[in-house]
């Protein structure tokens, strides 16, 4: 059947505009995206059988362009499209970022830095730069590569602080493995960052682990900084 055939009340668009974003189902909202089914399937179907294949909405939207586009019905058009959709949202969390106190918005960080890092296949290490007032200077990807095979050195992390005139970072890395506890290079590292930073009077507030699928650990809420 049809999505117009439905009850109007249970139509996508009409849920989304009557209830609010947040009362539709992860396939629901990936069904107004994609707009329309395929030969015997509706776009909420189609929807659901992307998320299936998948494994969740997370993977499907990480996807190598190559593999979403061999999906029946996709295409590196709609591959294109969902990456911009992807693109948008990290762009309003930055801005966010950017015009208010990080501290007084922690989701928010938590949200970009899940939807920046949080689904690479590698492994990457992301300094916040931000002013007297925490709001955010820059965001900056230094390092790529495991914590134990690409070091990390203080003096570089230090001259980009000093460099964009901040007054404190947070730090941040993903785990590709999804595994979110911190090593103890990850708390080596965090205090050596710390020392160094402190040095020239620069504040780390945080250091976050991130995984693709829970939120990220924060190293300060853990007592670790």
Sequence with gaps: MA?????QDERPREKLLDKGPD????????ALFLRVGVR????????RDLIGRFG???RLCSAPAAEFAAVPGMGL?????????????????CEQMASRDVLDSPSVVRDWLRLRI????????T?????????????VELFRGTLTQTSVYPREVVKLALARNAAAVILAHNHPSGAAEPSHADELLTRSLKHALEL???????HFVVTAHAAPLSFAERGLL
């Design 200 to 206: 020239v009077d620069v504040r780390v507030l945080d």
């Design 23 to 30: 009362a539709l189902s992860d396939a629901e909202l990936l």
């Design 3 to 7: 999505i117009t055939d439905w009850p």
């Design 118 to 125: 949080g689904t690479l296949p590698h492994e990457v290490f």
């Design 40 to 47: 015997g399937k509706s776009a909420v179907d189609l929807a």
């Design 77 to 93: 058009a709609k591959y294109a499209q969902l990456q911009a959709v992807m693109e948008l949202a990290r762009r309003a969390l």
């Design 56 to 58: 969740s909405l997370t």
């Design 127 to 139: 300094i916040l730069l931000l002013d007297a007032r925490h709001r955010l200077i820059d965001a």
